[in-house]
């Protein structure tokens, strides 16, 4: 679990003082926003398969919340007591993001 929530830790501390302006810089195929907004929703569903329920769609915020919901899902995951199979998955998530970021 340590892998995770550092890669999380990682990720957070590159974008959770961006501004609006940044977030909404190009990064692939959209915005920096709806790359981590992309990542919060991938984590969303790997938290949902962690406490065996349906996905669900997160609500799509503000960028600058986007730190936020990181933060309260990847708490979620960890919660969750995830296999090491879906810790790596998730770790691969973030880490992909943030190296494309």
Known sequence: MSEF???VERLLAQVRHWEETRWAAGAGA???GDLVFALV???ADLSAEAEGRA???VPRAHDLVLP??????ADDIIAA????DL???ATAAVDEVRQTL
């Open 5 to 7: 929530a550092t890669s």
């Open 30 to 32: 959209g915005t920096r």
């Open 41 to 43: 929703q991938r984590l």
């Open 55 to 57: 996905s669900r769609p």
């Open 68 to 73: 936020d919901q990181l933060r309260v899902i």
């Open 81 to 84: 007591d995830p296999t090491v």
């Open 87 to 89: 810790l790596t998955r």
